[in-house]
């Protein structure tokens, strides 16, 4: 299976088991296996670097299995086929979100002039807010 240009995965990191699925599809849905569960063997995968492979365990959260697979399933769809493609792109999508390597932001401090200006702006917003309360009658 193709991810990109530069990785490609082998048919053997992958295996597809069926069984039957919940969701539309009437009688048909209790005699054909239409759920497809796609595992991917991820640690043992020689395609992928290690550093690709711990942004993937973090990215598929509750996916990753201890054994270091990746477990997606796939039950929207009346067909197997139908089924089988959208597990293959979501293994997909996850591997080329794990490709992308993180920007970290570089931690700045708001300058003097800006703090001031916030500063005064509270004060000037205060002030509006304190001529909405209730007039007071100091002619008694």
């Known amino acids: 299976m193709k991810i990109n240009n530069l990785i490609q995965l082998e048919p053997s990191e992958i295996t597809e088991r069926f069984s039957k ?3 539309p599809g009437g009688q048909h849905i209790n005699k054909v296996d239409t759920k497809v569960e796609l595992r991917f063997s991820a640690m043992k995968s020689p395609n992928l670097s290690q550093s690709v492979k711990d942004r993937l365990k973090v990215i ?3 996916k990753w299995n201890q054994k270091g697979e990746i477990v997606i399933t796939a039950e929207k769809y009346r067909s197997q086929s ?3 493609e959208l597990a293959k792109s979501k293994l997909v999508s996850l591997i080329l979100k794990a490709l992308e390597k993180p920007v970290y932001r570089l931690k700045t401090r708001p300058s003097k002039l800006v703090k001031v200006r916030r500063s005064d702006e509270k004060q000037r917003r205060s002030k509006i807010k304190a001529m909405r309360g209730r007039v007071r009658d100091d002619q008694n």
Do not use: Y
Request: aromatic fraction near 0%; charged fraction near 20%; proline fraction near 0%.
């Open 21 to 23: 699925s919940s969701g």
């Open 60 to 62: 598929a959260g509750n």
């Open 82 to 84: 139908r089924n089988r």
